[in-house]
Structure formats: C-alpha cells, structure tokens
C-alpha cells in the first residue's frame, strides 16, 4: 500500500469518526481524491476493526463505526424512556418497514383505521422514516420507508435482517388481531413498551 492509499485511508478513517450519521458512497467519494479507491479502502478499513471494540458496519449502503455486536451486553446501560410511541405509531412503523414502499392509504387499509397526521409525524421526527417516491396513480400518492436511523436503533444492517413471519409466528411474536394479523407484534419487535396514555392516543386518533 502507497503512502498515499495509506493517508487516504486515515482520512477515510477520521471521516467516519468524526461524523453523527453514517455516510454514503457517494458523500464519501466527495471528500476524497477523485481516483481513491473507495470501495477497496472501505474493505480494507473494515477488516482491520474485524476484531476491536468497534466494527465498521454498511447499513445498506451507508457506513459507520458501531459497537461489536458481542460487546453489547456489557455496555448496556437501562434508563428511563420518558417519551413512548403510541400503540398507533408501533403499527405504522411495523407497516412501513414490511411492507415499504407504502402510501397512507395502503398503511390506514392494513390498520383498518385513519392514521392521524401526527402519528407519521412522530415517526419523521424520531428519524425513522422518510418520504419516498410518489406513485405513478392517480393524486400520485407519496409513499413512506423506513430511514437509516432506523436500521442503526434497531441494530439492523439491512431490511433483510428483519425477521420472517415464519420466525415471528414461532416465537410467538406475531399480532393476532384481524385488522394487522399479518403484521408482527410491534411491542416486542421494536422494544418499545406500551402504557394506559397510548392507549388513550389511540382511541382519540380513530375517533378523528
């Protein structure tokens, strides 16, 4: 490896450290030499934190430095979450991440109720979801996906990596309810606990 290749690397390496969101190829490639062989340093980066404390990860197709997986019972730390997302908002998530890209309508179809404007809201705020394409269909409805951040709270590399029906139906994870019965159970999916003011959330949202 050149001495150039070598401090191309270094910068690459600062890059990803220094930065609060994973990055892309192409954000990559902008701030490097335009001949760098970005995917050759990314491999050869990658390999080198193969057995260290932190791992450089692609989360479909954006890179990070993350924690090893096999470390991360010891750095566990429990807090108190003082916000909590609604039982609405869990189903909405749970929707969009299996069946993206989805429009509102398709989301409110598979709920079997109106989804409240803030319950997506919620959702663009936690950095869990985005705006995708329109469809090309009459009104060319905008369609919703699941964002980085969510592969990286998660503990995802990619949307492969979510489990199965199958898996869900044994484990016993899968919600039984007609309106979402092929939908898992968003509590248990996403860890995120459910309380006595969700429910009231969502009685007023489909009230509305």
Do not use: C
């Amino acid at each position: 490896m050149t001495q150039v290749q070598t401090e191309d690397i270094r910068v690459l390496e600062a890059m990803l450290f220094a930065s609060a969101e994973p990055l892309s190829l192409t954000t990559i490639r902008e701030r490097l030499p335009a001949n760098s062989d970005v995917g050759g340093m990314l491999m050869a980066l990658q390999k080198t934190y193969d057995k260290r404390g932190v791992h450089l990860v692609d989360m479909d197709g954006e890179w990070a430095f993350r924690t090893a997986q096999d470390l991360g019972e010891a750095l566990q730390l429990k807090k108190e979450v003082q916000r909590k997302l609604s039982r609405a908002a869990m189903e909405t998530l749970a929707i969009i991440a299996y069946h993206q890209p989805v429009t509102r309508a398709e989301i409110e179809n598979i709920r079997g109720v109106a989804t409240h404007k803030g319950t997506l809201d919620v959702l663009m705020e936690a950095g869990w979801i985005k705006p995708g394409r329109r469809r090309e269909t009459p009104g060319r409805p905008l369609t919703w996906v699941t964002a980085t951040a969510f592969l990286d709270h998660f503990g995802l590399e990619s949307m492969m990596d979510l489990p199965g029906l199958d898996e869900l139906k044994a484990s016993g994870l899968l919600d039984r309810r007609p309106a979402i019965e092929t939908l898992p159970s968003t509590g248990e999916l996403f860890a995120v606990e459910d309380d006595d003011e969700s429910e009231e959330f969502l009685r007023e949202e489909e009230v509305e």
